[in-house]
């Protein structure tokens, strides 16, 4: 066996094959109530300023501070009443207060809002307008007073390209009126599970039989990533049925992910179609041994055009290879920089860990208590850990 290729060749490897797929993601305008999640393709524009007019940021009295300013801060007369919503009010007298809500607008000639419990009317009563009202603190120009544009201006970049959209992006957008964004078009991602033995959950197993983990798991960190999945299916060790399976994934899809049948077993399918053995032209891709484990056996190359990544068929390799291989690029594709930063952190091992000559391994850990990580998943590194599991 020719030796093996280290993680980060391999790694580089991948990167440039799906390059050309990050490199210059198209961008699609959507909705703001389907674009949870996505990222920007371009900045946001403000078309209007926030607040578009001057309002009340409390439920009180529009007056001129210079009115009610003084040491005797002498009641005024209330001459108006200021909903929110309401049209326009007439502009306030001198010497006079109006009644006002929060987020209704200022008057023209007011320049503060006294809020209703800083006044001797103390709180509202439904519908009963005071006729006068004393202020009973002091009262500075300017005080709960929202002046337009105070937020936003009219061509301020509300939200940069590259920013992910939660809610409060989303609100922010809404807020300035805007109803589409233009966002990341994620890459779109086949997922094939390959094996004679495995069946679809739900169904019956046959002796010999084992259920399908890895179309639901790629298919999960596919989305999880941001990607999108064009493409999922399950398919046994027949050449014709796999190629079928193939022609339409690589159509459908910007990249096909299959798990299974890459190894030095004698029903290798995968391989022997992938690698152009059974159709030279459709297939070239290169299968190699990397030094790491899980994960070891991999293949990466093309099939009618389209990139496709081969991993290892066991459960864990097949989510080890993602993690290690293609979740920073699925992300990248959609848009989503920087989080693999932001999920890399140090901590201390709690025990001791041996790690097999010449290969990276790759670990599953649970976080303790002060600082610490442990690796679980017991002597067999691939198999399921019980309960409770890995939290990393
Ligand atoms: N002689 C050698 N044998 C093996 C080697 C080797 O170097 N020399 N490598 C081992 C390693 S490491 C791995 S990993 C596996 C990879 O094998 P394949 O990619 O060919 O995968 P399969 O043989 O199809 O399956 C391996 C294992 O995983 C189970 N499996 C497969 N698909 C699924 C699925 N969708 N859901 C759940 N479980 C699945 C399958 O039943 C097998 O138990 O090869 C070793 N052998
Ligand atoms: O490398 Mo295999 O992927 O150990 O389990």
């Known amino acids: 066996m020719s030796a093996r290729i280290p993680v980060q060749q391999h ?3 991948v990167a440039a094959l799906l390059a050309p797929l990050v490199a210059s993601r198209p961008v699609e305008v959507l909705p703001l109530g389907q674009a949870l999640g996505r990222v920007l393709g371009a900045d946001v524009v403000a078309p209007v300023a926030v607040p578009a007019f001057r309002n009340s940021q409390m439920d009180g009295f529009a007056v001129r501070a210079a009115d009610v300013a003084g040491a005797s801060r002498p009641a005024v007369p209330v001459v108006a009443e200021i909903p929110a919503g309401a049209g326009a009010p007439a502009p306030l007298p001198e ?6 809500m929060t987020g209704a607008p200022v008057p023209d000639g007011a320049d503060a809002v006294v809020p209703v419990e800083d006044t001797d009317v ?5 519908g009963a307008r005071p006729e006068s009202v004393q202020v009973l603190r002091p009262v500075t120009a300017g005080q709960f007073v929202r002046d337009a544009g105070s937020d936003v201006q009219v061509g301020d970049v509300v939200l940069p390209a590259g920013t992910e959209l939660g809610p409060a992006q ?13 966002v990341v078009v994620p890459l779109r991602v086949a997922v094939l599970s390959t094996g004679a033995e495995i069946v679809e959950p739900g169904q019956d197993l ?3 039989q084992v259920y399908d983990a890895n179309s639901t798991a790629l298919v999960a960190a596919v989305r999880q990533a941001g990607g999108v999945v064009a493409f999922d299916a399950r398919c046994d060790d027949d050449p014709a049925a796999l190629r079928e399976v193939l022609d339409e994934a690589a159509v459908l899809a910007d990249l096909v992910v299959t798990t299974g049948g890459v190894s030095q077993g004698a029903y290798e399918v995968v391989k022997d179609v992938l690698a152009g053995v059974l159709d030279p ?4 891709v290169e299968f190699r041994s990397v030094a790491m484990q899980p994960g070891g056996p991999q ?7 389209t990139p496709v990544l081969t991993f290892p068929g066991n459960p ?8 290690v291989f293609l979740r920073e690029i699925v992300e990248a594709g959609a848009g989503h920089i920087g989080r693999a930063g932001a999920r890399r952190e140090r901590r201390r091992l709690a025990d001791d860990v041996v790690s097999p000559g010449g290969r990276r391994q790759f670990l599953r850990g649970a976080l303790g208590p002060a600082g610490t990580v442990r690796a679980v998943g017991g002597r067999a590194r691939t198999s399921w850990p019980r309960w409770p599991g890995p939290t990393c």
């Open 11 to 13: 790694r580089a490897d």
């Open 95 to 100: 010497g006079a207060a109006a009644r006002i």
């Open 122 to 126: 103390g709180r509202f009563e439904q």
């Open 170 to 182: 989303l609100a922010a957008v809404a807020a300035c009126g805007v109803a589409t964004v233009p």
């Open 206 to 208: 046959a002796p010999g």
């Open 281 to 284: 032209g459709a297939g070239h």
């Open 299 to 305: 293949g990466f190359g093309r099939y009618r055009g």
């Open 316 to 323: 864990v390799s097949a989510q080890v290879s993602f993690v």
